[in-house]
DNA sequence: AAAATTTATATTGTGCACAATTAAATTTGA
DNA sequence: TCAAATTTAATTGTGCACAATATAAATTTT
């Protein structure tokens, strides 16, 4: 029994710590340009949902970035207080409360045009290799997804 | 002037999305698996690092983590609360806090090796698509260390 | 050796994540 | 139709992450 050795357990092991790592590293990375922008890395997030397509509701954009409103709510009202996006009740249902992008908000997509080129600068990763691992780490997530969770 | 479709800026092409969403997604993965275990992730973690190599300083234990003390302080005293670890002043060096395990948290690395099977089961990967993706991983994240900072 | 600097940890404050609960609006179905 | 079930957000509480600052111990400089 050497339990000391077992591989199984070593950090650098872990495909759970490289992704952790990593992740942490991306935000990091992203936190200059992103402070230039007012933002933090999740409400980048819902700003690039938005500039997508404006006027989701909170359910909506939690679906999109898998966050839930204990996440989203706060967040969204930051970027309320900072201009960004505007929150109210739809007169068609009550219960739903529509994000919708300020003309600052929509003005800030302009700006944040440089951001994926910073960082694509700063990945010096092909586009293949780039696209590659970006799916791969998207099929991951979805057989992470637990089965009885119909959110794939 | 096409700003609605440059692709630059939507979320789906994203690795850091993939990267966040999928990283998440682990952490959700394991999670009972460690509540199990009385753990968090984070807290997993740590003890992998200890089981690996016992009494190390919050210092050695945040360059192996990448994490500083703000974050391991209140989660090494809720893991000495737990009872899996100590924390003293070493009498050599009095700036440093060394983290032993106790005999509980020594007795918990043969509960955890069952944690890297489950998830292994769960993944349905083959071992090299698992190492490969891993190693990326580990690439992206010193690629992302930035200059300046002597992390790698 | 005293002063200045460096190092190690802790503390404070902000902002996520996420589980659990609450409250209100809507839908369903007996 | 109206009570029960469902849906949507918000709230509460815990635990990270991480920047900034504080504090104390050790080391270096003068």
Known sequence: MRKRTDPSLLLDEQLCFALYAASRRMTAAYRPLLDALGLT???????LVLWERDALTVRELGERLQL?????????????QAGLVGRRRRQSDEREVEITLTQAG???????????????DRL????DAFR???DELKTLASQLASP?????
Chains 1, 2 share one sequence.
């Open 132 to 134: 590659h691992l970006r």
């Open 41 to 47: 890395y999740p409400q980048y997030l819902v700003m």
């Open 68 to 80: 839930d409103s204990g996440t989203l709510t706060p967040l969204l009202k930051r970027l309320e």
């Open 124 to 127: 010096c990763m092909s586009v």
């Open 148 to 152: 009885q969770d119909p959110r794939e």
């Open 106 to 120: 929509d003005n800030l997509r302009e700006r944040a045009a440089e951001v994926p080129r910073c960082m694509a």
